[in-house]
């Protein structure tokens, strides 16, 4: 795993000295993410550098250093991520007539490739994570490129004639011809989702190369971009040609496939492990490598003391009953507290997904131990893991049998009651039937129960009103929302493709890169292999969602290596007790953020809104706790980097 950054500016004055100097620097801020090797290359007849931070994984010899030419001087790559097919890809060069290779790092192999078959032939036969900047020395173009799932981050931005790119955005910040501002747009998606999501980023005129994407950039300053593979085709692909398999047949057949991605992650020059959380998607993976390990695979928990938040104590015995070699570590409050500062850095633009923490911890602790670990991450978003899935169904089915006048005209009386007034009427109930956010959650329910299907996703996974929240000069710029529904596919199936296509991307693999990259530990995620992907989409919904449960095939496979027993009971995420928190040790931290006259200079949120939010929180009655993380989050990350 490693860092990548670089610029192309075909006009260019700059000697070759300072292209030298403007390069390692913005190579050096990637340094957490490559502290093995470091190297640069710069052509200054054209205007182009390229830097690369390498984490040694394979070919830990001087054989796998970038930046990489190719053999006939042709292109120069740099390059971030692991290639798991690459000996099937070297014998087939081997075969077509390329005579020897210098090592046997997957770089070289790719440059080859590509110098052999070209870009667009070669990332069709890729089988990994990656993310990778190509120089053609002949055409004097730059290419970008990014795998399919989005496993591996790259931005890349345009400043005149000037094009920057970076793994991630503090590389793109050191060039001097950096000058960017707030996105209101990614600033107004941030606060609805936690994230901002691509291909935006939070400054203008800086973006996410979006999943599967190539982008050539010419040096005349014309930019082409296209997909090589679309994560809409393959949706639509296989939901118009699901499989006609039984159960048994297709458990079978999703576990050869992921036997086979989960063998080749393991694969590596260094020592490997596995995170495991005590849930079914990495119990799965650390069965499969514990099947096909001779002896017992290292794996890593975190534990938290606080009731509700300790998942340890299930992973400890998922380690037992499978065998394998077990490290936990129980984190005092303190600990976690202690690497909120750090969190800005970390995360380079604003991201408020509280998970981050313990996944940072856990890769710190992985580390200690291990340079590379397998992770489960995937399986909710493939195989219908969230309970929004099954919200949305029963919300359906009140709207196929109510009438819609009935449904909208509740909604919009529900509505004409502040939530103000809603939770002063829920705090009289008794205590085990006090809802908390009552008015909050009903009036929700109210928007979700008035609007067509395809809007349930956004109503479900937004957190703000955003034009109750961010200030008039930010709400005058128009804002998206997440979408990505195909009008073919029903409710549930239109749910998973926007979690695939955002969530998991730009949530979901964005906090498992930065918190492992944070440690410079690499962390490989078998559940998307794309052939995986590719087969779950070829599912029949009910293979999913079953007797009021998802993932019901994972259940079913599991099954054959971890008792039941070990697994049944809900779902529990993967966080820390931030609403206690907030009242707690990291009140004044928040205070100072969410001042009035703070925000009221910043001139970006609603000072009265937020203020009202934090008392309320404060107050014990409610629990604002992710909301108010969200603004923080964004506030700490402003005064980091402005």
């Known amino acids: 795993m490693c860092g990548i950054s670089g610029f192309f500016n075909s006009r260019s004055s700059l000697s070759k000295s300072e292209m030298e100097s403007r390069i390692s620097s913005m190579s050096m801020t990637l340094s957490h993410r490559g502290p093995d090797d470091y190297g640069i290359w710069v052509d200054q007849t054209v205007g182009v550098a390229l830097g690369h931070q390498r984490l040694s994984i394979v070919d830990l010899s001087a054989a796998g250093h970038q930046p990489m030419s190719s053999r006939d001087g042709r292109y120069v790559i740099v390059y971030?991520?692991?290639?798991?097919?690459?000996?099937?890809?070297?014998?087939?060069?081997?075969?077509?007539?390329?005579?020897?290779?210098?090592?046997?790092?997957?770089?070289?192999?790719?440059?080859?490739?590509?110098?052999?078959?070209?870009?667009?032939?070669?990332?069709?036969?890729?089988?990994?994570?990656?993310?990778?900047?190509?120089?053609?020395?002949?055409?004097?173009?730059?290419?970008?490129?990014?795998?399919?799932?989005?496993?591996?981050?790259?931005?890349?931005?345009?400043?005149?004639?000037?094009?920057?790119?970076?793994?991630?955005?503090?590389?793109?910040?050191?060039?001097?011809?950096?000058?960017?501002?707030?996105?209101?747009?990614?600033?107004?998606?941030?606060?609805?989702?936690?994230?901002?999501?691509?291909?935006?980023?939070?400054?203008?005129?800086?973006?996410?190369?979006?999943?599967?994407?190539?982008?050539?950039?010419?040096?005349?300053?014309?930019?082409?971009?296209?997909?090589?593979?679309?994560?809409?085709?393959?949706?639509?692909?296989?939901?118009?040609?699901?499989?006609?398999?039984?159960?048994?047949?297709?458990?079978?057949?999703?576990?050869?496939?992921?036997?086979?991605?989960?063998?080749?992650?393991?694969?590596?020059?260094?020592?490997?492990?596995?995170?495991l959380s005590g849930g079914i998607d990495s119990a799965m993976v650390t069965a499969l490598m514990q099947a096909n390990s001779a002896r017992p695979v290292r794996t890593f928990s975190i534990g938290f003391r606080e009731l509700g938040y300790d998942e340890a104590p299930y992973a400890a015995a998922i380690a037992s009953h499978l065998g394998t070699d077990h490290t936990e570590l129980y984190m005092a409050p303190g600990e976690a507290q202690e690497i909120i500062p750090s969190l800005q850095d970390i995360y380079d633009e604003p991201f408020a997904d509280a998970s981050q923490i313990p996944t940072y911890l856990l890769s710190k602790l992985t580390r200690d131990h291990v340079t590379v670990s397998l992770s489960g991450d995937g399986g909710d978003e493939l195989f219908a893991g969230y309970s929004r899935h099954f919200q949305s169904l029963r919300v359906a089915r009140i709207q196929q049998y109510m009438p819609h006048w009935v449904l909208s005209n509740t909604a919009q009386l529900i509505k004409k009651i502040s939530p103000d007034t809603l939770d002063q009427i829920a705090r009289v109930a008794p205590g085990r039937l006090r809802v908390s956010r009552f008015g909050e959650k009903l009036h929700k329910a109210a928007r979700i129960l008035a609007a067509n299907p395809e809007d349930f996703h956004n109503i479900l996974i937004s957190h703000w009103e955003v034009d109750e929240l961010l200030s008039e000069r930010i709400n005058s710029v128009p804002s998206s929302t997440v979408s990505g529904s195909l009008q073919s596919l029903n409710l549930v199936e239109q749910m998973l493709l926007q979690d695939s296509n955002t969530y998991l991307p730009d949530d979901i693999l964005t906090k498992v890169d930065r918190a492992s990259m944070a440690a410079s530990l690499e962390a490989r995620v078998p559940i998307l292999d794309h052939r995986v992907v590719e087969f779950a989409w070829h599912l029949p919904l009910e293979m999913k969602l079953r007797e009021g449960q998802g993932k019901w095939i994972l259940r079913n496979l599991l099954d054959r290596y971890v008792p039941r027993s070990l697994i049944d009971r809900p779902k529990a995420g993967f966080s820390v007790p931030i609403g206690a928190w907030l009242r707690g040790p990291l009140k004044d931290w928040g205070e100072h953020l969410l001042n009035p006259e703070r925000l009221s200079a910043d001139g970006l949120f609603n000072p009265d809104k937020v203020w009202k939010t934090w008392q309320a929180h404060q107050s014990g009655n409610e629990n604002h706790a992710y909301r108010l993380w969200i603004i923080l989050m964004f506030q700490a990350w402003h005064e980091h980097w402005f």
């Open 80 to 275: 971030n991520g692991e290639i798991y097919n690459a000996q099937e890809l070297k014998n087939d060069l081997v075969s077509d007539g390329y005579g020897s290779f210098k090592g046997h790092s997957d770089t070289e192999i790719l440059v080859e490739c590509c110098a052999v078959w070209g870009v667009r032939k070669t990332v069709k036969r890729l089988i990994g994570m990656f993310s990778f900047a190509l120089w053609d020395q002949s055409e004097q173009q730059l290419t970008l490129v990014r795998d399919r799932m989005g496993i591996k981050p790259l931005y890349w931005g345009r400043f005149g004639s000037l094009i920057l790119f970076g793994s991630e955005l503090k590389a793109l910040r050191k060039h001097p011809g950096w000058n960017p501002q707030v996105n209101p747009e990614a600033l107004s998606n941030y606060c609805r989702y936690g994230y901002v999501p691509a291909p935006l980023s939070i400054y203008q005129g800086v973006y996410k190369l979006k999943p599967g994407t190539i982008l050539e950039c010419s040096r005349d300053n014309t930019l082409r971009e296209e997909a090589y593979w679309s994560l809409h085709e393959t949706v639509q692909k296989g939901c118009s040609d699901p499989l006609q398999l039984s159960d048994e047949a297709a458990t079978d057949e999703l576990e050869r496939l992921l036997s086979d991605a989960v063998n080749r992650r393991m694969v590596a020059d260094v020592p490997l492990g596995s995170f």
